[in-house]
DNA sequence: TATGAATGAGGCTTCATTCAT
DNA sequence: AATGAATGAAGCCTCATTCAT
């Protein structure tokens, strides 16, 4: 009985060392990825600083491409659950809040999330890896349908210009996808206010496709706008 | 002398050949850049599709890098171009037209705006060609001034927001960038609706930053806290 | 006492199960080589089809090549049975019977005799397990002197030709070595006749070497050198 | 016109030199693959006893199985060579001449006969290369029509016996594929009259099939010949 | 001047074997 | 006794760049 048991714990215990191994290589990738070029990271230097034998990452990982998409679907669930949790928010009564909510999210790290962009770049050109890059899309558009319900909403209360709610979202995605670039594209970065700069951006993701943004009776349409 | 000047016409029909051929090789990577993934094409193919010698390419470009940065310096002379063009109208009292013809700019051929995206990102990762990289990051900020005086303008006039003139401008960067984006990004590829969307993005990055975007009392969010 | 003879029984016991074990990971083994090409099956492919862990396999065999080997062992055992059994029948005055009974032997299971000759050319290069070689070979000449008796029998009756006796069953070995290749071979693959084939071959095994296999006088050829 | 001679020339010697290099990849292939076991040759040792780069191999070759491809498709164009040889010469007149130039011609350079036997079982193993493969397949058919033709004619004129006739050529290539096994198989190894031997089943080959290897009368059909 | 054959460093991946549990 | 995670040597192949013609 006692055997049973302890075997079992055992059992259990081999699976959690597995698993901690498994987050090791994953942040030993990011690590090195954050600190030199990506494509000069090799299988063989993620091993040596997750401590571990190059053999050792294939019994974790089938192939080098499933570890990028690993570390972006990890951080995508984060950046997912802040959707989640803003649109919640939202849905209380903040209306701006799911937005705010993920340009928080996506600007709290911004190093990490430019990382994850790049790493998506790379692994949506190599081909493979298509099944699991479905998952990132799909995780990605798993909110949409409360986004939608959300952004509609807003529409209807005037809140939002009378768009097809989607462009709102997108749009949000677009600007945040961009703020993240800005922060680490070599041209602006001699400057030293980002911090006010990104809070700046955060709030037009906040208000832009807002009604009336400039003279509520001179836009009834997008084209209108323009026009004047 | 007919047998100068005819010598001198013979070197300056050379030069022109070389010259010709030069963008031979960029016009064909640029086509097998956008026909398949970047890391794909190697020089041998280049060369191919622009029918000469693999060493010839080495004639013209001292590495496959300056063949890239090459590219995205061109295509940057455009954009810059436009922007030069935007701030003239824009200081001609079309106050929105430096954003407009900016956003115009980088969604008039989106594909290969996102290619020279791409290529930026892999040659500031790799390093070296870093004395073209600056050329590439000063082209960039070549209409800053220009922009700052604009924009301070228009912020005086109380047309736009009051906060460093960069801010508005490096705004509209990231929301092109991020525009350009989620043209191909395949989470959002389903859609079929680009263009409008695009028009929409557009409009925002043409009005956003505008003072008094909504009715200052109607959202006690973050801008309240800015506008404090 | 009982206690002596139920342990007794239990260590019998567990070499049963043991040497079933050993038998299970062969008959995987097996299974697996005639399932896909020999070298893209691992020694884990093999002992998760024999359902035991990797680590179990080594218990069994030191290396992988001794898996191999003991196939071929196997085999091998099989057929010097027959090659026995034919002899006898040859003695007891069935001229042929040796080799038909090879033939027969051989060609009962060609693709698992195909799988052997395989695995023996992977071994001899290999260079190790000299020593399970060698036994392999000792097994393989154990009847030589048998065959050689019955063959000098055979040629002192005028039956086969006066040549050292050992060229007729080296000739009936290599017969079947390449008839049993011929099953497999995808030149000539596409007919499907291979059961007359074998049969036709079998029976040239059969009756080559026999004396006045054509009337003297009619081959002027080779034959004729050897007929001197 | 000098120079446009010269300079075709100059083309010409260089895809020589292209060639000949080719071959000294194929050869240097060939003396290794005769040296040591197969699979321990890799591309490297290779290119080193051909006395170039690694990376040269692979502008003469896409895989290293073409290496191999490539040596066999050389043997077997000598083979087919011999083959169509002997069948000219049969069919004026010297019935035994095909089989006998075919057997002459596998047992000429047996080491390299048995070389290409194993080549060949590694490639059809690998899968890959199957265009190549089937173009061996063919060019081993390729004398099909000319064998089936000269075979039916000696069944016809009561020499050979009356079986398809492809029965014939097909035994003969098995004959003579095992001969050349047993030359090397270890098992027989210590024997001194390997000459000989191949000699005696040479003769066999030759001869195999003839009708009325035993008394005419006594075998109407393979089964009764075997009940004698 | 144009060429393209040659180069070789370096990447990814596989798998037989070991050994701690 | 059984396990299977860990290991790392070794293999194949790519491709930017050089250089002799």
């Known amino acids: 009985m006692q055997n049973n048991s302890s075997s079992a714990d055992r059992i259990r215990e ?36 997750a401590g571990i034998g190059k053999g050792t990452v294939y019994k974790h990982f089938l192939t080098k491409n499933e570890i990028l998409i690993r570390i972006i679907l990890d951080y995508e669930h984060n950046i997912t659950k802040s959707i989640t949790d803003g649109i919640q928010r ?15 999210a996506r600007l709290e790290n911004p190093k990490l999330d430019r990382l994850v962009q790049q790493l998506e770049d790379r692994l949506v050109e190599s081909g493979d890896v298509a099944d ?70 955060s709030n037009i993701g906040v208000t832009m496709g807002n009604q009336g943004q400039y003279h509520p009776d001179d836009s009834p349409s997008i084209k209108k706008s323009k026009s004047k």
Chains 1, 2, 3, 4 share one sequence.
């Open 90 to 104: 939202a849905d209380a009564g903040d209306s701006g809040a799911a937005a705010k909510s993920y340009f928080e």
């Open 132 to 201: 699991q890059a479905e998952e990132l899309y799909q995780l990605r558009r798993s909110n949409e349908d409360a986004l939608t319900g959300l952004t509609t909403k807003l529409i209807d209360r005037g809140v939002l210009e009378d768009v097809p709610p989607h462009f709102h979202y997108l749009a949000c995605w677009a600007l945040a996808q961009g703020a993240v670039e800005l922060c680490f594209n070599k041209t602006w970065n001699y400057r030293t206010d980002t911090t006010e700069l990104m809070e700046f951006i």
């Open 14 to 49: 081999k699976k959690k060392l597995f698993l901690a191994r498994e987050q090791r290589i994953i942040d030993a990738a990011v690590e090195l990825f954050l600190e030199e070029s990506i494509d000069r990271i090799t299988v063989s230097k993620i091993a040596v600083r």
